[in-house]
């Protein structure tokens, strides 16, 4: 049976030049690089400069994709970004990108899923594929978390950082097993009666502020490696796929300790899971498409491998997606 399944042609990301080490948060705050270090992973981070928007890391990262890819964003039927950092209230940064690109045709939205922005953009452009809607689709995460920190909370400010990372999708044809390329599953879940977890507390219609990110760290960390074992698994099954299948796991990048419970929570070693969160902090809706470029540049995703990726975040929101790159 031929089915169309979408199939990821290209990769890529970006980081800001300023990289900012955890040693320099002891200048001003009570904490340390061992602290910082030991409870989450996290040396460094990148910092965006004062003139760079979210669409200007989203546009170095998406130029990147389309190279890897080897096609012209004219090529592109449509742009998913997500982001909780755009640029401006409206319009989408996602049509910023587009004009960016000189794209004239074809359509550009964002998603909002802070953290899970990634998966829920990349299931939401998997669907339009294999609805016909789109061939190709440019799929990005871009975030300058940077921007809504409190500074002076030191259980939040250390952990969050900015970049940009860009998938392409192509609709093509498979047989409908699990040995076909291209995304094999995908599992999307929110609870909104946790929002008071983890929020910015401001916003158009409430404040008319921007607002700083304020979050209750040991509550969404127990969240965290329940929902996002329970979402892989869930992911995996979806695809009729088991863990020893993976090649890799691209996990979203908060916390080492996260990360690793997850891990051994699903039955999978550490020596398959990609973890790039000591260089650059939590990038939010970015760090997922931004592991899986670091990764594939240092050549461990190779062509045909089974990778699992899984986020939480804001909201809760959570969600996995299995792809055979
Ligand atoms: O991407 C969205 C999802 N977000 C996450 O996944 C984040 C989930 N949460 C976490 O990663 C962890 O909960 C944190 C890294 C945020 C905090 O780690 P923790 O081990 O849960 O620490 P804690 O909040 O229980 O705090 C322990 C102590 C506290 O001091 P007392 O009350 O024991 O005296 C904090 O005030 O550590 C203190 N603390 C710090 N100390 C030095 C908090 N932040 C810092 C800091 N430096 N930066």
Redo the contacts with the bound molecule.
Sequence with gaps: MSVTRAVAIGCGHYLPDRVVENAE?EKT????DE??RS??GIERRHFAADDQKTSDLALEAAKMALKDAGIDASDLDAIVLATATPDQTFPSTATKLQAALGMNGGFAFDIQA??AGFIFAISTANSMIIAGQAKRILVVGAETFSRIMDWTD???C??FGDGAGAVVLEAQQGDGSSADRGILSTDLNSDGQFNNL?YVDGGVSSTQTTGVLR?Q??E??KH?VTKLAKTGETAMERAGVTADDIAWVVP?Q??L??IKRTAAKMGISMDKIVVTVQDHG?T?AASIPLALSVAKQRGDIKRGDLLLMEA???GLAWGAATIRW
């Design positions: 948060f705050l009570e904490t340390t602290w910082i409870r989450t802070v953290c030191r259980g939040t250390v952990l983890l979050m760290g040991q969404v960390f965290a979203h908060a916390n300790r996260i939590n939010s939480i975040g804001g």
